[in-house]
């Protein structure tokens, strides 16, 4: 398996513009994180999916955050409107379970709202 | 809340020596522990992790990290350090489902030739 695949790898936007963030996991997993790394904050959770259905979303820093699992091998996370502030490295993970298995990351996204 | 604190941001060692890299967590019923190491432009990989029963695990690339309750503790170890160890180095606690995992804010090991 080529792994947990994130793209693109670096996104420059202008702020207020729709950004979208794409990963596509491990096949066979069934759980999916969405992870932000700022050197502020480190590295943050905020919303894992199992079985494509959104479990906990309170990481998501506010309402222009959202993220969907359409489908098992396919989710996005999305901001709308981006704000200079949203700029960081966005990962995803996932695992084949929810509990009790490691979780394999993407290499992630830089994302640079300027 | 779960938590995780890794006390020293910047260790620097010579190749060949030891190292320990210090992680304390809190969190209230049995942990999930992890240490996962960061190359620059990369993402996380997994050197080892605790669920239960041994609390000395062992992990890749000559890791091993040693569970102890009483102190909170998972530290990171390596008899030996290698040039290409060089990277950034995090904790984790996994609460909950196991794998919503805190992470600790990091220490960058820096290797001297």
């Known amino acids: 398996d080529a792994g947990v695949i994130q793209s693109p790898r670096h996104e420059v936007t202008e702020m207020g513009q729709e950004v979208t963030l794409r990963c596509k996991p491990i096949?066979?997993?069934?759980?999916l994180f969405w992870y932000r790394q700022t050197m502020m904050r480190g590295l943050e959770l905020l919303i894992y999916?199992?079985?494509?259905?959104?479990?906990?979303d309170s990481g998501m820093p506010e309402d222009r955050f959202s993220a969907k699992m359409p489908n098992a091998s396919f989710s996005t996370l999305k901001i709308q409107p981006s704000e200079p502030r949203d700029s960081a490295v966005y990962f995803c993970?996932?695992?084949?379970?929810?509990?009790?298995?490691?979780?394999?990351f993407g290499q992630g996204t830089r994302l640079t709202v300027v | 809340a779960q938590s995780v604190t890794q006390p020293d941001i910047h260790i620097t060692v010579s190749e060949g020596a030891s190292l320990e890299l210090r992680c304390n967590y809190s969190?209230?019923?049995?942990?999930?522990l992890f240490w996962y190491v960061q190359s620059p432009g990369q993402g996380l990989q997994l050197l080892l992790k605790y669920f239960s029963g041994d609390t000395l695990v062992q992990g890749i690339k000559g890791f091993e990290a040693e569970f102890k309750r009483s102190q909170s503790s998972f530290n990171l170890r390596k008899p030996s350090v290698h040039w290409s160890d060089a990277a950034e180095y995090f904790c984790?606690?996994?609460?909950?489902?196991?794998?919503?995992?805190?992470f600790g804010t990091g220490t960058q090991l820096k290797v001297e030739l």
């Open positions: 969190y209230g019923a049995t942990p999930y």
């Open positions: 984790a606690v996994g609460a909950g489902g196991g794998n919503k995992l805190t």
């Open positions: 993970a996932s695992s084949l379970d929810r509990d009790r298995t490691e979780a394999f």
């Open positions: 999916f199992n079985n494509n259905v959104p479990i906990d």
């Open positions: 096949s066979g997993h069934n759980s």
